[in-house]
């Protein structure tokens, strides 16, 4: 129970890998705000499953990264709840698959406030209180397209680029605050985000589904196969950890040997 008495915000949180990292750091004994959209009855089902299975407290912010305030009101509440935000998981994002010229505008301002804009400010709200206590770790889920580019994929090859160049500023301004800022960057983790891109991915490069799957995804992982949420969450684990504390400003890839080629 490395965690035990931290507190957590994890967005982006019901599903796929944010609510493997919530789960991971409950099961190392710390409380867990979990943030993100679905069913209310779902999301109330997984919070009250963190708590029952890790005995921690969980609560649920509905607020939405594309707006500030909700933002702010989102930290706030994590204080209120836990008297304070030890851990800052920035981990909500979208994607939508489209070339540049056709790219909608309104899906061009959404994946920037979502992956990249929301990061700061989360982390804008936090870091007052993670520098009070003189310990915090703000981790963000960059991506292999934080290091390499796709096709089609303007708005979120920028933003994942522009979160890991975020991170590496907080990293600098945190690094006598005990305070570590860093990105974890996998490759393709199967999850509804990568299902909910292969309709528009056969569309745009004109291919059928298993072509997708195997030409398009899986072959730009030298390993052939998906990186599982877990493995992405036991990354943020360590992070967390006394062991990670001089690790800061770093980008840690879990992407099958993606970024090597
Ligand atoms: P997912 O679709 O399973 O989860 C995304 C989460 O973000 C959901 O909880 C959703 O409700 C939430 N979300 C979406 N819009 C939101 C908003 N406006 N406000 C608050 N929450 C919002 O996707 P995932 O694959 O688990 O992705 C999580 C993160 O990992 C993303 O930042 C994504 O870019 C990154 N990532 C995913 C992969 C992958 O292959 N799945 C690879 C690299 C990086």
């Known amino acids: 129970m490395t965690l035990k ?8 949180s019901t599903s796929g ?24 009855e779902d999301i109330e089902a997984e919070r009250a499953k963190i708590e029952s299975e890790f005995g921690v407290k969980a609560v649920y912010s509905p607020a939405d990264m594309t707006k ?5 009101g989102m930290v706030k509440q994590g204080v209120d709840a836990f008297g304070s935000v030890d851990i800052l998981i920035n981990n ?29 400010h989360a982390m804008r709200a936090a870091i007052p209180g993670m ?17 390499v580019a796709s096709p089609f994929k303007s708005a979120y090859v920028t933003a994942k680029h522009g979160l890991v160049g975020l991170s590496k500023t907080a990293a600098l301004e945190l690094a006598t605050h ?16 990568v299902e909910n ?19 398009v995804i899986l072959s730009a992982q030298p390993t052939k196969q998906f990186v599982t949420v877990d493995q992405v969450a036991a ?12 690790i800061t400003g770093a980008n840690i890839s879990v992407d099958g040997g993606w970024t090597a080629e």
């Open 68 to 72: 500030p305030d909700q933002i702010a």
């Open 197 to 215: 891109q292969i309709p528009d991915t056969m569309k745009a490069r004109g291919l059928t589904r298993d072509q997708v799957v195997n030409d």
């Open 92 to 120: 909500a994002g979208v994607q939508h698959v489209e070339p540049i010229e056709t790219f909608p505008i309104d899906k061009w301002d959404q994946i920037i406030a979502i992956n990249m804009s929301a990061a700061f």
């Open 5 to 12: 008495s931290k507190n957590a915000i994890v967005t982006g």
């Open 178 to 193: 005990g305070v570590t800022v860093n990105c974890i960057s996998p490759g393709y983790v199967w999850t509804p985000l």
């Open 131 to 147: 520098k009070a206590k003189g310990w915090g770790r703000i981790i963000s889920t960059a991506s292999a397209h934080s290091l």
């Open 17 to 40: 890998i944010g609510l493997a990292y919530a789960r991971a750091l409950a099961s190392e004994g710390a409380n867990v705000m979990i943030n993100g959209f679905g069913k209310a």
């Open 235 to 246: 990354i943020a684990v360590f992070l967390c950890s006394d062991s990670a504390a001089q």
